[in-house]
Structure formats: C-alpha cells, structure tokens
Nanobody
Framework: QVQLVESGGGLVQPGGSLRLSCAAS????????MGWYRQTPGKERELVAH???????NYADSVKGRFTISRDNTKNTGYLQMNSLQPEDTAVYYC?????????????????WGQGTLVTVSS
C-alpha cells in the first residue's frame, strides 16, 4: 500500500503563491501518475494537474500558466507550485497517485489519495 501526506496549504492573499508537497511512503511500490485535485463544498472533486513518471504533464484550463506540477522520483514526492492565486482557487487540495504494488508479477495497480490540505486565498 501507499500513504500520501500533503503539506504546504494555508492562507494567502490574492496574487500570492504557495507550494504544495505530497510525500508517498510504503513498500514495494512504483508510482506511475501523480496528480492534484481540488474540491470546494457542494462541488465535485476536479482535476488540477497530472504528471507521469516520465514527466509528461496535464493541467486544467483554469490553472494553466499559473500552476506547475513536478515530482522527484528519487524521493517519491510530488509538488504543486501555485502562483497568481485567486479567491476561486480556494479549495481543499488532494494528492493522488496511481501505483504499481509488488516486487514481481502479478502486480496490483491501485489508486491512492491523501487526506487533503486546505488552501484559502483571501485578503
């Protein structure tokens, strides 16, 4: 299994920046895709950004040009750099990963989620 722990959320003024981190731990796992999602009360969880093990990225239109997703495969850690934050970016941000579990075939391919970290953008 894989445990994901997010950090870096908090209160920031409009136009400000935050950097979220997601540390993965466990045993005998290999992460393919890491991603960030966000959710506000009464709305469905939505994709913010994905990054593959090879470094390919995908962003929601609403964050393109402002947010940057990255990962350090040696540390099993993902990051989300958020710049030019706006009040509409206020949400709980969740880290997600698709991981391969096991030392050898047959592997398990599972999805894991962190507990979420709150980002509040307000003056």
């Amino acid at each position: 299994q894989v445990q994901l722990v997010e950090s870096g959320g908090g209160l920031v003024q409009p136009g400000g920046s935050l950097r979220l981190s997601c540390a993965a731990s466990g045993s005998t796992f290999s992460i393919n895709i890491m991603g960030w999602y966000r959710q506000t009360p009464g709305k469905e969880r939505e994709l913010v950004a994905h990054i593959t093990s090879g470094g390919s990225t995908n962003y929601a239109d609403s964050v393109k040009g402002r947010f940057t997703i990255s990962r350090d495969n040696t540390k099993n850690t993902g990051y989300l750099q958020m710049n030019s934050l706006q009040p509409e970016d206020t949400a709980v941000y969740y880290c997600m990963c698709n991981a391969r579990i096991g030392l050898s075939a047959p592997y398990k391919y599972l999805q894991f989620w962190g507990q979420g970290t709150l980002v509040t953008v307000s003056s």
